[in-house]
């Protein structure tokens, strides 16, 4: 997703108002601005076609302030994801700016980069690409190579990058992102701390792990040289390598779980050392921990606990009690589901007996979840074919680890849950080998 701190700039302010502009025009302008601030982005749309409206029945009208009314008009539209009129709207800016201007003026990076918004927000991201690239240049030419406006568009390259697929260049962006920020604020500056946290969340998501783990450390060097080792910076950091260690299986010296459980805790110490913490940050804290006890198989009893101090950190503002029904509400299973066939079956497909058969496969699986967020009675309601796979599927539904379902503070028991895994094996092209279509698989924990 493009970062949330990505917002427009008042499209009305890439020129002055008309001499012959009214009270009305400023009135129009200032509800436009009240109704998108609240959400309301039909109506602020209605909004700035009147402003258009009123701004071209002066036929000396400021084309600058037009095209700033354009900008406004899509950016409402975007927002009400009515994208091909935003788009539309977008490009009619720019060709008026660029009729008035040249097609590097400064006051073209507005409509590029709301344009570019658009595609990505549409999931056209070739054309998302394309003009962050264009908007990145109009600045780079106005702005020179650094600043925070240029620092944000190069973090929303990277999104769209990535989102198409190329990891190498999202990357590539992010540590542009990374030394953008750094130029403009050096040192321990903590002002970098966005900038770094999007790098190692990046480097996550691309698959380079070890990677991403040196960044988060880099990260956390840094908080500790500038606030100390009680810092509640710390906390987000403890809690992503702490889930990347666990996740991706790291073996970093020590065993990485060993490593991972060092971080929770020592994010738990922080918060309760510190006073000022704010009561969502330690009650997201307690029930991180509580995932991260249950996924170790932990001790039952600590699991527990540390979820009910989180159950009741929540409870203590009315304005977190969403949240805290939401993580409550469950059982919400922790483990990663493959969406690919699990490995132990793939081998048995590969070793078939009689390989050149058709072995489409299924198998549906009922089982309870206890209130300590284990899966009980286990059995098989359905497979295909009989038998084959039941013993390893059943397995790997005992395997799983769930955050309980919580009842005024206690958790409880969860029935008649359903866990479904398909799968398709087929011969290939090749008839010496036996192929894998993990393409079709469909993995799915529900209730029933």
């Known amino acids: 997703m493009i970062p949330a701190q990505a917002q427009l700039v008042s499209g009305l302010k890439l020129g002055t108002p008309a001499a012959a502009a009214t009270d009305r025009i400023n009135d ?74 040249d097609r590097l003026s400064a006051e073209l990076v507005m409509p590029m980069l709301g344009l570019s918004r658009t595609y990505f927000a549409a999931g056209r991201y070739v054309e998302a690409v394309k003009h962050y690239k264009q908007s990145l240049h109009v600045h780079q030419v106005n702005s020179g190579l650094y600043g925070e406006e240029k620092a944000m568009i190069v973090a929303e390259l990277s999104e769209a990058y990535f989102e198409l697929g190329d990891h190498k260049r999202a990357n590539a962006m992010q ?6 920020v750094g130029h403009d604020h050096p040192g321990d500056d903590l002002t970098r701390l966005p900038s770094l946290y999007s790098r190692a969340n990046m480097l996550t998501r691309t698959g380079s792990t070890f990677r991403s783990l040196e960044a988060y450390r880099r990260l956390i060097a840094l908080i500790e040289r500038a606030e100390g080792s009680q ?24 065993d990485g779980i060993v490593k991972a459980r060092r971080y929770m805790r020592r994010a738990v110490n922080i918060i309760e050392k510190n006073d000022e913490a704010d009561t969502e940050l330690r009650a997201n804290v307690y029930v991180m921990m509580g995932d991260f006890l249950s996924l170790q198989s932990a001790n039952r009893g600590s699991v527990i606990r540390s979820y009910q101090r989180g159950w009741q950190e929540f409870s203590k503002d009315e304005r977190l009690l969403a949240q805290r029904d939401t993580l409550f509400t469950g059982p919400t299973l922790l483990n990663h589901v493959p969406v690919k066939t699990p490995p132990a079956m793939h081998d048995l497909l590969e070793n078939a007996s009689e390989p050149s058969l058709n072995k489409n496969g299924m198998v549906i699986v009922r089982y309870d979840v206890n209130a300590y967020g284990r899966p009980k009675n286990v059995r098989v309601v359905e497979s295909m074919p009989s038998d084959t796979y039941d013993y390893m599927v059943k397995n790997h539904v005992r395997n799983f680890a769930f955050r309980p379902h919580f009842v005024e503070g206690n958790p409880v028991e969860s029935p008649d849950r359903l866990f479904e895994i398909r799968f398709t094996h087929y011969e290939g092209e090749f008839s010496e080998k036996v192929r894998q279509n993990t393409e079709t698989v469909a993995v799915s924990e529900t209730a029933q």
């Open 175 to 180: 540590e542009s992102y990374v030394n953008i």
């Open 231 to 254: 810092s509640l910076n710390l906390v987000p950091a403890f809690a992503a390598i702490s889930k990347l260690l666990v996740e991706h299986d790291i073996v970093d010296g020590d």
């Open 28 to 101: 129009v302008r200032a509800n436009y601005e009240n109704l998108l601030a609240d959400g309301q982005f039909e109506e602020a749309a209605a909004a700035a076609k009147l402003l258009i409206s009123l701004l071209l029945q002066d036929p000396d009208h400021d084309r600058l302030v037009y095209a700033g009314a354009l900008t406004n008009l899509a950016s409402a539209q975007q927002e009400a994801e009515l994208f091909d009129a935003a788009l539309e709207n977008y490009e009619l800016a720019i060709e008026v700016i660029v009729e008035e201007r």
